[in-house]
């Protein structure tokens, strides 16, 4: 009886002795297994490129007109559209119309009333240069066709003849500007090309311009 009891609990500490061993080594194995590798960070997306301008973002359209009535009339339109070459550089072309009526003339013997009529257009190309941020150069040439009145003394009186006349002027004075690519401009011109038969009262004239 005493060797079965013996045998028994020989096996008990036996069997608690292997329970004990197996726990040892999965603890062991568990702080053997190797660690584990830390994720890698996802790149990070390269900063999209910018789009270059698209062509009509880069376009503005203007020009001058103007308006008078009396005893002389003047109707005066000169629209135009031009292209920001760089953002101080603007190129284009146009178009220049004006119809004049005079009823009375100034001469050295005064005011003599007369019944002149002239239309003057034709197109021309034009480059500006903005200076400072405030300033502007430029120049325009044009090609105009109108009516020529030449005076004949001995007669007394005006031939009428209809001509193709250059004109080159040079221009500058002061801009602001309007948004993101528009403008005013005032200022003066000198036409270079200033004679006998220009279509221009004078060389010199006032210019008052917008771009939008």
């Known amino acids: 009886m005493k060797l079965r009891y013996l045998i028994l609990v020989c096996l008990l500490t036996f069997a608690a002795d292997i329970s004990a061993q197996s726990d040892r080594f999965k603890r062991k194995s568990s702080t053997n297994e190797p660690p584990k590798q830390e994720e890698k960070a996802k790149p990070t997306e390269a900063p999209k490129a910018e789009l270059p301008p698209n062509f009509w973002d880069r376009v503005v359209f203007g020009g001058g007109a103007g308006l008078s009535f009396g005893v002389n009339t003047n109707?005066?339109?000169?629209?135009?559209m031009g292209y920001k070459i760089t953002d101080n550089w603007i190129?284009?072309?146009?178009?220049m119309y004006n119809y004049s009526k005079w009823d009375q003339i100034l001469t050295l013997q005064g005011p003599v009333d007369v019944d002149f009529e002239n239309q003057v257009h034709g197109p021309n190309l034009f480059t500006t240069v903005t200076?400072?941020?405030q300033l502007f150069l430029g120049s325009q040439f044009e090609i105009l066709n109108?009516?020529?009145?030449?005076?004949?003394?001995?007669?007394g009186s005006f031939d009428v003849e209809n001509r193709w006349t250059p004109v080159l002027w040079i221009q500058g004075g002061f801009y602001t500007p309007i948004g993101k690519k528009g403008m005013t401009q005032i200022g003066l011109r000198l036409n270079l090309l200033h004679d006998e038969f220009s279509p221009y009262a004078t060389s010199w004239t006032p210019i008052f311009q917008f771009y939008f």
């Open 131 to 133: 200076l400072f941020d």
């Open 146 to 155: 109108h009516d020529a009145y030449i005076y004949q003394p001995f007669q």
């Open 91 to 95: 190129a284009g072309l146009g178009y």
């Open 75 to 80: 109707i005066f339109l000169a629209p135009q």
